[in-house]
């Protein structure tokens, strides 16, 4: 069925070193995907966004890249920080009002 | 400005109790959703408004019922709650007219059911 999963549920990195995040998702009808960060006892924080039309895009230390062809999504973090510590959700839209979310990986930054 | 608010942030209840989860923005928001997050079930849809007056189902709509009466706020209701709905509850809203999803979430409501 549609599923927006992720490869690994927590991911430890040195700090200082760069971090990637994979996501798989299943429906190639998906169109936008997002990345969001939830620290400990917080809402979810939007990060950065996709859409299929493209394949690469950077923000400020984060950059995500979508491959249609195998149908995944990666977060990479470059010069990783303590703040950095926290749950990694990926998400995706088909329809422009509804977001399904991927079960999250817990990143651990260690110094 | 406040952004989206969560009203209780915790509450304990016993089966068979109700309940209504109070969330509010102060952004002029169009869509508001409400969210269940599960340990290792990331986060799910429950029901989710397009505008006032409107509702929808998401993906685990059962058990809860949902109003839309003012454009800022977005209730949530258990009629008889269960200990399956232990869960942390988020509510999130965004702008029709912006183009991205980029949702702005509220610091969660942390309901236990005995």
């Known amino acids: 069925g549609e599923s927006v999963g992720l490869h690994l549920p927590t991911l430890s990195v040195q700090e200082g070193d760069n971090s990637i995040i994979n996501c798989a998702y299943s429906n190639s009808a998906s169109d936008y995907f997002i990345w969001y960060k939830q620290e400990s006892g917080k809402g979810p924080q939007f990060i950065i966004d996709?859409?299929?039309?493209?394949d690469k895009r950077q923000g400020q230390r984060v950059t995500v890249l979508l491959n249609k062809t195998v149908k995944h999504l990666s977060l990479q973090i470059a010069a990783t920080q303590p703040g950095d510590s926290a749950v990694y959700f990926c998400?995706?839209?088909?329809?422009?009002?509804?977001?399904?979310f991927g079960t999250g990986t817990r990143l651990t930054i260690i110094p | 400005n406040a952004g989206v608010t969560q009203t209780p942030k915790f509450r304990v209840l016993k089966t068979g109790q109700s309940m209504t989860l109070l969330c509010a923005q102060d952004?002029?928001?169009?869509?508001m959703y409400w969210y269940r997050q599960d340990p290792g079930m990331g986060l799910r849809l429950i029901h989710y408004s397009v505008g006032e007056g409107t509702t929808a189902k998401g993906e685990v709509p059962d058990g809860y019922n949902v109003s839309r009466l003012k454009k800022q706020n977005f209730l949530l209701g258990l009629e008889s709650a269960a200990p399956s709905q232990t869960s942390v509850y988020f509510c999130a809203s965004i702008s029709r007219g912006k183009n991205t999803g980029e949702l702005f979430f509220g610091e969660g409501s942390r309901l236990t059911v005995l």
């Open positions: 996709i859409r299929s039309n493209m």
């Open positions: 998400a995706e839209s088909r329809i422009r009002e509804k977001l399904t």
């Open positions: 952004m002029n928001h169009e869509y």
